[in-house]
């Protein structure tokens, strides 16, 4: 929808031929977008909508000091919903940081834990892909859900790699024993989350369309992170602790030396 900022008239984009209409008989301007170039069938509607934008940018020419470009409906409500997305996501994201601080004390083991969404993320997006669904709010929601069970996964592997090395074992034993110890568990709570989701991923009826984007996403995204947490964690875990190891021996080693001194 195009409107004048004198509110004397408006200007309205209507269906897919692109048509302008001003409110004034004596002014009307007319131009057509082929619609058969702009289809939204087996689309989504944010491709859709940047697809219409550059067909107008083309064919409709009006003063933009006086008009205001606006797209209503479904493409409003896309818009107002992914804003909205965005927010929720970026709160459940630092919530999940600060609650793993909490648990955990220390910053680099928050940010392992939450280094399975990025992967997890990517799994789902594969899913996607491969399926030809689109990615909309429905999968969004999905990926809010998947983002749950992967983190809990990342939970459960490094609690219990740290409670194996507060018994006093050496860090290479540690996590390969705390590993094979938590292989079972998080193999069997990521197959129940996947195979809960198998009938919402291949629904036909009426609004099946929610249920088989959150349903590819969360099996797709959980079958990589399950591979993450049961393999690349434990790696990053050794690895970042070694670390930390040896920073702190080479604190301890300064701090001797210059109270010696």
Request: aromatic share 6%; glycine share 10%.
């Amino acid at each position: 929808m195009i409107r004048q900022h004198d509110p004397g008239r408006s200007t309205a984009l209507g269906g897919r031929q692109g048509r302008l209409e001003h409110v004034e008989p004596a002014a009307v301007a007319q131009c057509n977008i082929d619609h058969d170039h702009v289809d939204l069938q087996g689309r989504d509607l944010v491709s859709y909508l940047d697809e219409v934008k550059a067909k107008i940018a083309q064919s409709v020419k009006f003063d933009q000091s006086k008009f205001l470009l606006e797209y209503a409906g479904q493409f409003e409500n896309q818009e107002r919903a992914q804003k909205g997305f965005v927010l929720v996501l970026v709160l459940v994201l630092g919530a999940m940081l600060l609650l793993l601080y909490t648990e955990f004390g220390t910053l680099r083991q928050a940010l392992l834990i939450l280094g399975v969404v990025p992967l997890a993320t990517l799994g789902g997006l594969i899913a996607l892909f491969v399926t030809g669904e689109t990615l909309n709010i429905a999968t969004a929601v999905g990926f809010i859900a998947l983002f749950g069970v992967a983190v809990q996964n990342g939970i459960i592997m490094v609690a219990n790699l740290n409670r194996v090395r507060e018994t006093g074992v050496p860090l290479r034993d540690a996590v390969l024993i705390g590993a094979a110890e938590r292989f079972r568990p998080v193999l069997m709570t990521a197959t129940v989350a996947t195979i809960g989701m198998v009938p919402a991923a291949i629904a036909t009826g009426v609004g099946s369309d929610v249920q088989r984007g959150v349903g590819t996403v969360v099996i797709g995204g959980l079958t990589l992170a399950t591979l993450l947490t049961l393999f690349v964690i434990p790696m990053f875990y050794y690895s970042l602790e070694r670390l930390a190891e040896r920073w702190s021996a080479q604190r301890s080693s300064a701090a001797l030396t210059g109270s010696t001194g």
